[in-house]
């Protein structure tokens, strides 16, 4: 039997937006500079699928913070919008019992390598303390983070 050959996947960008971004003043916090060194990163994404308008939407929410005596610290974070239109979403990608889409991982793993650094780069651009600025952000694993992805259906 000849293997079925898997449908091209084309897609574009129809939005990126940062929705908001804070920062927390570190001697308010009463947080060191000195010893902020790495960090912890909380990423939260939750994945909007539109059939009709063929649109994928993830809503994130990133925060960066510090522990201190086991207590995490909020420093800074962002909030962003990411849009991208599938072209022939519904025809392309197969689908479960339960009549959902099942896109494949590694796609899903190129978009949000494409979120990540549109985020980065809204972090760089949007943070004005400039102890912030030498803080380090850290890799993303993309398949743990892809298991961490709330869909929701619109």
């Known amino acids: 039997m000849a293997e079925q050959k898997q449908p091209k996947i084309e897609f574009r960008i129809e939005n990126i937006e940062r929705i908001s971004c804070f920062e927390n ?21 939750r994945m ?19 522990i201190k005596k086991n207590i995490n610290i ?12 599938i072209n022939n979403m519904s025809n392309i990608f ?24 549109s985020i980065r780069g809204m972090l760089v651009v949007s943070i004005t303390n400039k102890d912030y600025k030498g803080i380090y952000l850290p890799v993303v ?8 992805i709330l869909p929701q259906e619109n």
Do not use: C, W, Y
């Open 25 to 45: 003043d570190l001697n308010e916090l009463n947080v060191n500079k000195d010893k902020i060194g790495m960090g912890n990163v909380n990423i939260i994404i």
């Open 48 to 66: 909007h699928v539109n059939e009709k308008s063929n649109l994928l939407k993830f809503d994130t929410n990133v925060t960066f913070s510090h």
């Open 74 to 85: 909020d420093l800074f974070g962002i909030k962003t919008s990411h849009i991208f239109e």
């Open 94 to 117: 197969p689908r479960d019992d339960k009549n959902k889409l099942i896109f494949p991982e590694d796609f899903l793993q190129t978009l949000l390598a494409l979120i990540i650094g």
């Open 141 to 148: 694993n993309l398949k743990e983070l892809l298991k961490a």
